[in-house]
T-cell receptor, first 112, second 116 residues
Framework: AQSVTQPDIHITVSEGASLELRCNYS??????LFWYVQSPGQGLQLLLK??????LVQGIKGFEAEFKRSQSSFNLRKPSVHWSDAAEYFC??????????FGTGTRLQVFP | GAVVSQHPSWVICKSGTSVKIECRSL??????MFWYRQFPKQSLMLMAT?????????EQGVEKDKFLINHASLTLSTLTVTSAHPEDSSFYIC????????????FGPGTRLLVL
């Protein structure tokens, strides 16, 4: 069965430090891949997406993600974290049935 | 562009009553809308997919008679929680998309339901 794994439930970083959130997927073919961010009590905002082409994808708010087929991974990165980046981050894949499957999320905490 | 709204943003109701939640795409026509449920500190679970003018497709384990979904127009979908019970308390989020494939889902801000 298709699945999305986010190994890190909770990550804490200092403001200004670099960030990498991990995401691994299990799927027979290359799916569409997404990263969303959710602030407390809010809906989801799309950070970036990968459909095909260049495996390094640039998103909003200074985020980027790299698709690595050999590792079935789509890790999210940011070179310098801001306090406002504290939120819940969800990786998701979309199958050809149009449905998004979400990972369990990673909660990011940022210390000043 | 691609803004999705939900109304109400939060609702408190008594057990046994029905609650309707609206999801609107404000600046685009959504051929498909999705309804998700999210428990505290958990991920989003897809409840159902609705296409304009047709019956919703429910995920396994979701009671279609409990969660009534109507997608009457290209900009509006409603979720009605019938005979709500405390275990239905949750955060309900909708999303909307223009095309079937290759198009991003745009999410609403969510509706928090508390059943007393």
């Amino acid at each position: 069965a298709q699945s999305v794994t986010q190994p890190d439930i909770h990550i804490t970083v200092s403001e200004g430090a670099s960030l990498e959130l991990r995401c691994n997927y299990s799927y027979g073919a290359t799916p569409y891949l997404f990263w969303y961010v959710q602030s407390p009590g809010q809906g989801l905002q799309l950070l970036l997406k990968y459909f095909s082409g260049d495996t390094l994808v640039q998103g909003i708010k200074g985020f980027e993600a790299e698709f690595k087929r050999s590792q079935s991974s789509f890790n999210l990165r940011k070179p310098s974290v801001h306090w406002s980046d504290a939120a819940e981050y969800f990786c998701a894949v979309e199958r050809n049935t149009d449905k998004l499957i979400f990972g369990t999320g990673t909660r990011l905490q940022v210390f000043p | 562009g691609a803004v999705v709204s939900q109304h109400p943003s939060w609702v408190i109701c008594k057990s046994g009553t029905s609650v309707k939640i609206e999801c609107r795409s404000l600046d685009f026509q959504a051929t498909t809308m999705f309804w998700y449920r999210q428990f505290p500190k958990q991920s989003l679970m897809l409840m159902a997919t609705s296409n304009e003018g047709s019956k919703a497709t429910y995920e396994q384990g979701v009671e279609k008679d409990k969660f009534l979904i109507n997608h009457a127009s290209l900009t509006l979908s409603t979720l009605t929680v019938t005979s709500a019970h405390p275990e239905d308390s949750s955060f309900y989020i909708c999303s909307a998309r223009r095309l079937r494939l290759g198009e991003t889902q745009y999410f609403g801000p969510g509706t928090r339901l508390l059943v007393l």
